[in-house]
């Protein structure tokens, strides 16, 4: 079963935002996906992959391109419109969200590079996707143009339906051989890499993050993105692509690729508990009309709802400072980075209580709860969604003490 392209050919509004006309034709479109998403989230599981169709179709609806320059085919919208298709997807299928989130969010990095690297990547297709893997692990010898890049890193997102791959390594020098502030993302072309299929996990099965190894390749000086320019916001990319939603801090972007598909994910949860307490009993009583259940349900509720509008207030006002040409100061995108990395602890919880008052019906094997659970249980393990390193640095902030974290 395929989906049919339910974005219009052409969208005549000049608008970017949330709510503009092309981000609900958007949204319309992720809904319309719904039952199939739903209808394939065994086999994603199964195979260990986002099936090809269900790509074939995030294509045909452009949601690949709500980043994407429009030098290159894309929409350039805010980051508001991209999250918000991907909490739709994530209510029916969390791998294809998480997939759809990570891989998506890289024409928007992309953009950052100097420009040759878009020319390198999208010339002959600016429909040509990339992975990522950016643990700082690679092994890297400076050379005359560029670099020689070899290593090996774990859970490379979607890998199977890319054709290059963002790789993380921290350039030495004599005076700090390991230094992250010269850390840097790497693009590698496919040809220059080897997927490695190992992905064996109990949750977020159907992301196919598998391993990427590369021996002794040549990665030139402009395939390279420095930690440095996307902290300070002055990318060599924003010679050519110099509109707002440039200008954002990377990691403010990027990190909701990886806690936006549980936030999503959760409220999939929420619908399926719902569903259970229409014909579960609580002793005598329909779980539907029980008090504690009651309770439960609105509690999610007003939780998903409260961790959505942060991350749309959070976004409205880092886009309102970047139209202004104005920075975002560095206590707010401390605020901004543990408002995210919470996401997934907030979800976890909420989940394990509605799996338990599920009952033993919840833990059945084909159980939707369960499936649910296990993907929200299984995004904690990503390090941005690690919570701790950013509350302490908050907390130091609010102390008084200097921001210890480019990450932001």
Known sequence: MTVQQAMPSTVNDD?????????????????????????????????????????????????????????????????????????EVAKHCTSSAWVLGV???????????????????????????????????????LVEGGFRLSGRWSFSSGSEHCQWAFLGAVVPTPE??????????????????????????????????????????????HRTHRVID???CENPGNKVNDAPLFKLPFMQVFVRAVCNATLGCLEGSLEDYIEVAQTRRVGPTLMKDDPVARRLAAEVKTSIEEMRRTMISNFDAMMALARAGQPIPVEDRVRYR??????ADRCLELSSRMLKA???????????????????????????????????????????????DMAI
């Open 230 to 232: 996307a902290f300070f």
């Open 358 to 404: 599920a009952g033993s019906g919840g833990i059945r094997t084909g159980s939707p709860l369960l499936h649910r659970h296990l993907d929200i249980l299984a995004s904690q393990a990503h390090v941005a969604n690690h919570s701790l390193p950013f509350a302490a640095n908050m907390g130091g902030v609010l102390f008084g003490a200097e921001n210890a």
């Open 15 to 87: 608008s970017h935002s949330l709510g503009s006309p092309r981000a609900e034709a958007l949204l319309a479109a992720a809904r319309a996906m719904g039952p199939v998403l739903r209808e394939r989230a065994a086999q994603c599981r199964a195979e260990r992959k986002v099936p090809a169709e269900t790509i074939a179709d995030f294509q045909a609806a452009g949601f690949f391109k709500i980043l994407q320059p429009e030098q290159w085919g894309g929409y350039a919208m805010d980051p508001q419109v991209f999250y918000t298709v991907g909490l």
């Open 176 to 221: 700090a051989p390991f230094d992250m502030a010269n850390y840097r993302t790497f693009l590698v072309p496919i040809s220059d890499y080897k997927i490695v299929d190992n992905w064996d996990v109990v949750g977020l099965q159907g992301t196919g993050s598998h391993d990427i190894v590369v021996e002794d390749v040549f990665v030139p000086e």
């Open 103 to 141: 891989v998506a969010v890289h024409n928007w990095q992309l953009a950052l590079f100097d420009d040759q690297a878009a020319q390198d990547v999208w010339g002959d297709d600016p429909t040509v996707l990339i992975s990522s893997s950016y643990a700082p692990v690679g092994k890297l010898t």
């Open 338 to 343: 543990y408002d995210s990395a919470v996401v």
